[in-house]
């Protein structure tokens, strides 16, 4: 078995962690600046591309490199890919991870899809060399001074490091792309962007772009006239067109079909959009966010996604690391759950045991903050800790008052009926218009969304 440093070796546990995830380094930080704290402190390194000349000095932690020339080091030999590799500091090592490219990313001869590099290796990007070295230099990276962002919250430079994006973006009213791993809380960060921007009083509306067939992803993001299509009885706006004044998170932006993102495109360079069946242009006031449990440039590499499209979205990038990469905050993060989950003292303090806790900073936690309240609520449920790894419990067949089996499984299945039931006449009284009918039950467009795939209902 190859050695944890061994760059050349099979993916390693470090490898297999999430790219997204800003550089982990020690605490040493300086005063607090306009509201921000610099540290903690990165390794600097340069990149230096041979025979074609060009180098980059890197002093954030991280690099892009490609043919694009939005890369952080642009290499316009024709076997070099749009972005080709990231060259990123974890936890004080250097590591490369190819973007899907074309021909491939090589270290020191052996092609991988993710290593270690260490001072003085040879990238080889399609037929172009790139010498890595390490520089004498250490740079501060800035950090928002908060712990919390809305209902994130967290103290792991990662997530400080997060927070401090998220707080510059909502000073402003660009675009941007969320990343993360799938429960990392996407949703709840552009929600609390949203609130805490200049458009607070306006609509936050979510639409999940993998939840519906291209054709009613259309209407519900751009409306329709009376008579459209089959089925169109009557004119109905677009979530461009309900959000006046506020904003649209595009949730899981990467499933988008292709035929839709010139139209996209139009909406975030000219703000206007038109209905299907309109044929004269309307102007709309709203600001659009996305999300994403993919890598973007990936897609784009493989003509999955429009460039320039990414491009007009990725003003700025901010990406949520994982739970398993930030195990310090376990406990901070299930204290904000259990209070929201409205836990009582006497849950909080069965729970927060120091066996507990350990129990929690072993798991690996794929579903992330999503699955770590899944779990809490099962824990509150039981009024004490149940086994990790527990499945949720599951409606059975029983009589037909509906009360046989185990006290969970009763109270799932009455709670799924009481679901069906609601959400049935929830649709019913607004036509089917996800968006108002969202608005009125108090949850996100999202939610609702899987609420309704659960239950099989069907949506106009």
């Known amino acids: 078995m190859q050695d944890d440093d061994d760059p050349l070796g099979g993916p390693t546990q470090r490898q297999l962690q999430s790219p997204f995830a800003p550089p982990r380094v020690n605490d040493e930080t300086l005063p607090a600046t306009q509201g921000f704290r610099v540290g903690p402190w990165v390794q600097g390194f340069r990149l230096t591309a041979e025979n074609k000349g060009g180098d980059v000095a890197v002093n954030t932690g991280v690099a892009q490199v490609g043919s694009d020339s939005r890369?952080?080091?642009v290499l316009t030999h024709p076997t070099v890919s749009r972005f080709h590799c990231e060259v990123k500091l974890d936890d004080e090592r250097v590591f490369v991870r190819d973007l899907g490219s074309t021909n491939g990313?090589?270290?020191?001869?052996?092609?991988?899809?993710?290593g270690w590099l260490r001072h003085g290796s040879v990238l080889q990007l399609g037929a172009q060399k790139v010498r890595f070295e390490l520089v004498d230099q250490r740079h501060a990276l800035t950090v928002s001074e908060a712990g919390a962002f809305g209902e994130l919250t967290g103290d792991a430079p990662a997530m400080r490091a997060a927070f401090r994006l998220l707080e510059l973006a909502a000073k402003t009213d660009s675009t941007l792309i969320i990343e993360g791993e799938t429960g990392t809380g996407k949703s709840r960060a552009a929600q609390a962007l949203h609130e805490k921007s200049a458009r607070a009083n306006g609509p936050f509306m979510v639409v999940d772009?993998?939840?519906?067939p291209p054709t009613l992803l259309e209407a519900e993001l751009f409306g329709h006239e009376k008579g459209a299509f089959t089925g169109a009885t009557a004119r109905r706006l677009g979530v461009f067109e309900e959000a006046k004044g506020g904003t649209v998170l595009l949730d899981e932006i990467g499933e988008m079909p292709l035929e839709l993102q010139p139209r996209l495109l139009r909406v975030l360079e000219n703000k206007?959009?038109?209905?299907?069946?309109?044929?004269?242009?309307?102007k709309v006031d709203v600001r659009i966010l996305a999300a994403t449990h993919r890598d973007l440039r990936q897609d784009v590499n493989s003509g999955r996604f429009r460039q320039d499209l990414y491009f007009r979205l990725a003003v700025a990038r901010v990406m949520l690391p994982p739970l398993r990469e930030r195990t310090d905050d376990l406990a901070q993060v299930a204290v904000s759950l259990l209070e929201r989950l409205g836990a009582t003292r006497e849950v909080h303090a069965r729970l927060f045991?120091?066996?507990?806790?350990e129990g929690l900073k072993a798991a690996t936690w794929p579903g992330n903050v999503r699955e770590l309240r899944n779990y809490l609520e099962r824990c509150i449920l039981f009024e004490e800790p149940v086994p990790l790894g527990e499945p949720d419990a599951a409606p059975a067949a029983t009589g037909g008052d509906g009360l046989g089996g185990s006290y969970s499984e009763a109270r799932q299945r009455a709670l799924d009926a009481f679901e069906r039931a609601y959400l049935t006449q929830l649709l019913a009284k607004h036509s089917g218009k996800v968006a108002v009918a969202a608005t009125e039950a108090g949850v996100d467009r999202v939610y609702l969304y899987r609420l309704i795939r659960k239950h099989n209902l069907k949506v106009k």
Request: proline share 3%; glycine share 10%.
């Open 71 to 73: 890369n952080d080091l």
């Open 105 to 114: 990313t090589l270290i020191d001869g052996v092609r991988v899809q993710a």
């Open 209 to 212: 772009c993998g939840a519906l």
């Open 272 to 282: 206007e959009i038109r209905r299907l069946g309109q044929n004269q242009w309307s």
């Open 353 to 357: 045991a120091q066996p507990f806790l």
